[in-house]
């Protein structure tokens, strides 16, 4: 009963902070529906990748970095003074699957698929570094998709992340536990699938993880 309590009390005080932070830093969220909004999102995604060295610039023409999971995916997007700074899309369960199933040889997913749903291209601009400014913007970003999971009943997170970002997640305090995910050798789809994002794969050490927000 007193865990319970702590974690409802944690979980006020942090959309309170969240609240707070939106209002005192002009930052606005929303989900991209309309055409204009998911090119925002895409062309956003592309400049994050481009600054983090995830993806070749020359690979991606039009500046925009979008693929098949997005039309079963939510995507969010945070605006500071209506200029867009953050994003992180949601991914539901579709027959296309999930990119970090996809990506890796996965031994152990044996969870309801319904239930499931992927973290993905999560990112902050890098020159929003100053008063912790990032810092807020991702924990404002994943509050938004832990609010968008809950009322589409998703009891479980996949990502696929290195374990610097992890760490970084760990000590945002949100209270979660990372279940590593079984993997075996790659095979020929898993290799194709890392194309998009072929330099994240490359020069980190991705791991897929499960993480289980039934309790939070």
């Not at 932070?21 to 969220?29: G, P």
């Not at 899309?89 to 027959?95: A, G, K, N, T, V």
């Not at 990032?134 to 997170?157: A, G, V």
């Not at 020069?203 to 993880?209: E, G, L, R």
Request: charged fraction near 25%; glycine fraction near 4%.
């Amino acid at each position: 009963m007193n865990n319970l309590m702590q974690k409802i009390k944690i979980r006020f005080i942090t959309n309170i902070l969240v609240n707070l932070w939106r209002l005192s830093h002009s930052i606005k969220v929303k989900i991209a529906v309309s055409p204009k909004e998911l090119e925002e999102v895409f062309h956003l995604r592309w400049e994050i990748y481009i600054e983090c060295g995830y993806i070749e610039s020359q690979d991606f023409p039009d500046q925009k970095l979008k693929d098949k999971y997005d039309t079963s995916s939510l995507n969010v997007i945070a605006f500071k003074n209506n200029v867009p700074v953050g994003t992180v899309r949601l991914i539901l369960s579709s027959e296309q699957g999930f990119p970090t199933e996809r990506a890796f040889n996965i031994l152990n997913f044996n969870f309801p698929r319904n239930e499931v749903g992927e973290i993905s291209k999560l990112g902050v601009k890098k020159n929003y570094k100053k008063n912790n400014f990032r810092k807020k913007i991702f924990i404002i970003l994943i509050s938004e998709i832990y609010k968008l999971s809950k009322k589409n009943k998703i009891n479980y997170w996949l990502i696929g992340i290195p374990p610097f970002l992890k760490n970084y997640i760990e000590k945002l305090n949100f209270h979660v536990s990372f279940q590593e995910l079984k993997t075996g050798p790659l095979k020929l789809e898993n290799v194709e699938e890392r194309k998009t994002a072929k330099k994240y794969f490359e020069n980190y050490q991705i791991t897929p993880f499960l993480i289980n927000i039934q309790k939070l």
